[in-house]
């Protein structure tokens, strides 16, 4: 992945994510470390912020029934992504997970659009990066409008959103 990044970005002129957001699971904090841990930026861009991404609960996979699906406590990410800022109200255990109750699709892309609000509202930079699950993949094409499109695991899905005033 930090292979695609390096060479698509000197090969293509990409510009590199200035900000990086990531899911609290933690199969997607290390592909977030593993894909940009060190990214070297093209000649030119030489002012890219150094690497501290921000775990967001809004754009977890779905919620509820499946262990696979709950998030490790605060404690546990911090101690083993410390380069990974937290949320503000970040909570200690998981407060959204519930093992009887499964979130639907519908909700899912309610909460991925009010990551998007918020990230168009309070993040400047042109271009970020989001370490997410296919299943928020796919609840962010229904937030935006895009057609289904299926995701591999371990898959890059360049999108490009732009933002217009209502």
Known sequence: MKSFWEDTAAASKLPLPR????????RCLETCRVAFTGLAPPTGDADVPPFHPLVRELIRERLGVHTCDRRSTRSWIHKHYPEFALEEDFSEPDPLWNPDVRETLSE???????????????DSEPIVSATIHSGTIMALYAAIGHAEVR????????????????
């Open 19 to 26: 900000r990086h957001y990531a899911s609290p699971h933690a």
């Open 108 to 122: 899912h892309v309610v909460r991925v659009e009010a990551f998007l609000d918020d990230l168009f509202t309070n």
């Open 151 to 166: 995701v591999a695991p371990g898959s890059i899905v360049p999108v490009l959103v732009k933002a217009e005033p209502l």
